[in-house]
């Protein structure tokens, strides 16, 4: 990136991210990767391991979280969800934020009617609620962990598109664009060498901020049985099993409930601080 | 034909709101089986007239169908007491006692039955309960060919000797005082009005039958969805202490309805989980019931085609099902199956239970060429969304099948879905429950084991000439050589389970309800599951 001046505004403002709240975030999110990367060494138990004469034991020693219906151990099952849910996370924003910013940086640099072409379909999936159309699309296809990711990514991708269309479109007018095109520097080339980088920030303040948003979504999806499937451990899979139990056995909900809200609000902080630190008004403070 | 009443039991422990998921629970009325017509001298102590309404929480809507010829679905909660049958079975004492019919008598080995009718009872509509009613009741619904109606399957052709005479000629020996006490299109009604009136019958505003509740308002997709109130004109007549208005409260999450029969809000939850079960025991104001049921968990493996198409492989999967797992941690809410036919019904059979040996899976595996030292072995097998229980003996499987290099795809589905999967013979395994129509086990083996060339519920694909032969003997036996039809029962669960492999039976669901402890009168019959019969119940006092 050194290579490229024009990414400056970027490299500039990184360094600012010490906002304490996005650190805070960051950091939690560090611990819940490092959780899910490392399950096999830190969960107590194999996370498929079934007891159905110890089923529903409450938080003790052997079982720091407890045991669910199966008998299984519940700390193991979150920690293992944890990879699963951050598995999820990770493929739908690479995949949705690749194809929205590509598809955005054209049409923005390029307008008329390849914007317009571009734009138009971006509106039609931004038309439907984004959990409805997950929701419809898990329906008709499979249930399964590769259907959740699918789903999202369909209903995700049309916001980085808007998103970096409209900044490219105002980078596009840029002195130092038309410079490059009075060089004769063909169009690929500067979209990929000076709007692209350049469109970035809000993009990834976006994708940060939806990294909590994906991880509801999945879970939501599982949780109405359109996700991951039995056995594999997944949080709002984890949530469904145990919410019938929650007056009794109230570990079996809680935990995988509170990794979802942990999640959430770590990936949420971390957005928002990463918005206020590259904020160009707050530059000026 | 079944799927509604598939559908029904697909959800038992389910509690996925979104999933089209049902529980089926279930009880009935009790032992006397009849209500007494109430002569001159009742009872000798003064009670108070009851104005209060009895709450039932049933965990999805109630109504699907108001035609008590098809109907075959949830409403046989409400249906049997607006409807009554010529007969009732009583679980308990398991016999058949006298309802519409006062007496019966059979001839000619079974073929020929007679029904004497009770006189002076009254359809809602006005009209007088006669023989000839009744035959058109039954004639209707057998031509309706939909819902139940196969019950009537055995009848040649019904006559009417005088006003309360009916004389059924049978084509083959069958079990009419059984059939006639089905929980399902065994409804004596006003055909005539209920065609004259059709529109009126499909929308809930009018019924038809003969039962000490009739229709006081049904408002599809509402909470309180239905409510009942008591026909003046009953047979039976009431006493004040009786509950005169009923009402059906829809509650699909367990945890909800607990919580409101605690409060008082409703009078009875027809299915807790074991845990809130075990509360309710301990809950004052709450009288915890449990009742085994009717009902059984069919594991069915694929016959003919697939890598199950072995025995052996059939087999090894019903020695790697973890059945004292299983029903350790249903925590009460299952007790373990030791054949197809479920305890209290003719042909139930002991020392068939069946037990987790994995060791003997594998050499079975190995036998047929998979195993751990083999190729991996992928099944796929299709259970009920939403079903807890079923989702357990998922995970139970798949973990013991594990050990043995099965890898076992398993895939949640709604009901119709599985079905339509399953009518194609589109899987290796098919988890499904089975409860019979009328107290009498004879479906498991016609609907579930008899071979067909179009598949309905065979699921297992079973073709075997000897085991529909000896299936199509069943009813002639039942009729007229109980201890023989006993037999015959045992020797085909031997044949089906344990030489054809076709099914692993892991267990019988027990019935936990919970209802508030001022009802008295409250007695569980399987033989018609989730029903409550009011008109028996009522307050303390």
């Known amino acids: 990136m050194s290579a490229l001046p024009e990414a400056a505004p970027l490299r500039r403002t990184l360094p600012r991210v010490t906002d304490r709240f996005a650190l805070a975030g960051a950091v939690l999110i560090a611990l819940i990767a490092l959780a899910a990367l490392l399950a096999p060494w830190l969960a107590p138990h194999p996370p498929d391991e079934v007891d159905p004469f110890a089923a529903l034991r409450p938080p003790d020693a052997a079982h720091w979280f407890g045991t669910d219906a199966a008998g299984r151990d519940v700390l193991t099952r979150v920690l293992y969800g944890g990879r699963t849910s951050l598995f999820i996370a990770v493929t739908v924003l690479a995949v949705s934020a690749t194809t929205g910013v590509l598809l955005g940086v054209v049409a923005g640099y390029a307008g008329g009617w390849v914007r317009d072409v571009i734009m138009r379909i971006t509106d039609v999936f931004l038309a439907f609620p984004a959990l409805l159309l997950s929701v419809a699309l898990a329906v008709v296809l499979q249930p399964s962990v590769t259907t959740v990711i699918v789903a999202i990514a369909v209903t995700w991708w049309p916001w980085y598109a808007r998103l970096s269309a409209s900044m490219a479109a105002s980078i596009a007018t840029r002195p130092y664009v038309d410079a490059a095109r009075c060089l004769g520097v063909p169009a690929p080339m500067i979209i990929l060498r000076h709007v692209l980088p350049n469109s970035l920030t809000p993009v990834l303040v976006q994708v940060s901020l939806d990294g909590g948003g994906v991880i509801l979504t999945a879970a939501a999806l599982s949780y109405l049985g359109l996700g991951a499937q039995e056995p594999t451990a997944e949080w709002g899979l984890m949530v469904e099993q145990g919410q019938s139990l929650f007056t009794t056995n109230w570990w079996v909900v809680t935990f995988p409930g509170l990794a979802i809200l942990l999640t959430a609000f770590a990936f949420n902080v971390l957005g928002e601080g990463l918005r206020n630190a590259l904020d160009p008004r707050r530059i000026v403070k | ?541």
């Open chain 2, 1 to 541: 034909m079944r799927w509604h009443k598939r559908l029904l039991v697909a959800g038992i422990a389910g509690v996925v709101a979104l999933a089209a998921s049902a529980c089926a629970g279930g009880q009935v009325r009790g032992a006397g089986g009849t209500p007494q017509p109430s002569t001159g001298g009742t009872q000798a102590t003064q009670s108070t007239e009851n104005d209060a309404t009895f709450v039932y929480a049933p965990n999805l809507d109630v109504v699907t169908d108001w035609d008590p010829a098809t109907s075959y679905s949830n409403e046989i909660i409400a249906m049997t007491s607006i409807y009554e049958g010529l007969t009732r079975y009583d679980a308990e004492a398991k016999e058949v006692r006298p309802r519409l019919a006062t007496e019966w008598s059979s001839a000619d080995e079974g073929k020929e039955w007679t029904f004497k009718l009770r006189q002076g009872v009254k359809f809602h509509t006005g009209a007088t309960l006669d023989a000839e009613a009744a035959k058109k009741a039954i004639e209707r619904t057998m031509k309706s060919g939909g819902g139940a109606a196969y019950i009537w399957s055995a009848v040649d052709k019904i006559e009417t000797p005088d006003a309360s005479t009916l004389k059924f000629t049978l084509k083959y020996a069958a079990p009419m005082d059984l059939i006639t006490s089905s929980g399902y299109a065994a409804h004596i009604y006003d055909a005539e009005a209920l065609e004259k009136n059709e529109d009126d019958v499909k929308n809930g505003k009018l019924d038809a039958g003969t039962g000490p509740y009739t229709i006081d308002s049904w408002q599809k997709g509402q909470e309180t969805e239905l409510t009942l109130k008591a026909f003046d004109d009953y047979w039976g007549g009431w006493r004040p202490e009786q509950y005169k208005k009923v009402a059906f409260r829809v509650t699909p999450e367990i945890t909800t309805a607990w919580q409101l029969l605690q409060r008082g809000e409703v009078n009875f939850v027809q299915r807790l989980n074991p845990q809130l079960f075990e509360q309710a025991g301990m809950t004052e104001g709450v009288q915890a019931k449990q009742t085994p049921s009717f009902q059984n968990l069919l594991v069915l493996f694929n016959t003919a085609e697939g890598p199950t198409k072995d025995v052996r492989v059939r087999q090894a999967l019903q020695h790697a099902i973890d059945y004292d797992g299983l029903v350790a941690a249903l925590k009460g809410s299952a007790q373990k199956a030791g054949g197809l036919v479920p305890p209290g019904l003719l042909g139930h059979t002991t020392g068939m239970e069946p037990k987790q040996d994995l060791a003997k899976a594998q050499e079975l595996l190995q036998d047929a060429g998979y195993g751990p030292d083999n190729a991996e072995l992928k099944l796929t097998l299709t259970y009920a969304q939403g079903d807890e229980d079923q989702k357990l003996l998922v995970t139970l499987l798949t973990a013991a099948l594990k050990k043995v290099n099965v890898t076992l795809e398993a895939r949640a589905m709604a009901w119709n879905a599985q079905w339509d999967r399953g009518k194609k013979g589109d899987q290796d395994i098919f988890v499904m429950y089975w409860f019979p129509d009328y107290a009498d086990p004879y479906s498991w083996f016609l609907n579930v084991f008899r071979s067909a060339d179009e598949v309905s519920f065979n699921l297992s694909y079973l073709k075997d000439e000897a085991i529909d032969k000896a299936i199509d003997g069943l009813p002639q036996l039942t009729a007229t050589d109980q201890l023989a039809a006993d037999q015959a029962y045992a020797d085909l669960q031997k044949k089906i389970i344990q030489d054809e492999a076709a099914v692993a039976v892991p267990y019988v669901q027990t019935y936990q309800r919970a209802l508030t402890a001022d009802v008295l009168g409250y007695v569980d019959n399987p033989a018609y599951p989730n029903v409550v019969s009011f008109y028996d119940l009522k307050p303390a006092s």
